[in-house]
């Protein structure tokens, strides 16, 4: 079993920059890859942000390809939000898969997920 806990969201202006992070905790957490997911008011979740279990690889959504950055250490699952727009305004879940790999896009690929963070962005 994984233990998923986000932090860091909150409300931020346009053009802004956030970090959300997430903590993996378990036995076998290190084992697992780590996505982010978020979903606005009234949408299906959406795909982010991925990243292998041994953090060598990392797949992007296409509306934050260059723009989000994730990365991962010690158990920790960063995602580094730059040029924020108000479109980006969403509950951003993450998610740990056990395959391991980076390329999963399905939520329903992810075993665990975390409660959410919100992220208000004001225009």
């Known amino acids: 079993q994984v233990h998923l806990a986000e932090s860091g969201g909150g409300l931020v202006q346009a053009g802004d920059s956030l970090t959300l992070s997430c903590e993996a905790s378990?036995?076998?957490?290190?084992?697992?890859?780590l996505g982010w997911f978020c979903q606005a008011a009234g949408k299906e979740r959406e795909f982010v942000a991925s990243i292998s279990s041994d953090a060598d690889n990392t797949y992007y959504g296409d509306s934050v390809r260059g723009r989000f950055t994730i990365a991962s250490a010690k158990n920790t699952v960063y995602l580094q939000m730059n040029s924020l727009n108000p479109d980006d305004t969403a509950v951003y879940y993450c998610?740990?898969?056990?395959?391991?790999?980076?390329?999963?896009?399905?939520?329903?690929?992810?075993?665990?997920w975390g409660q959410g963070t919100e992220m208000t962005i004001s225009s």
């Open positions: 378990g036995r076998t957490a290190s084992s697992y890859a």
């Open positions: 998610a740990a898969d056990r395959s391991g790999s980076y390329y999963q896009i399905l939520s329903l690929q992810y075993e665990y």
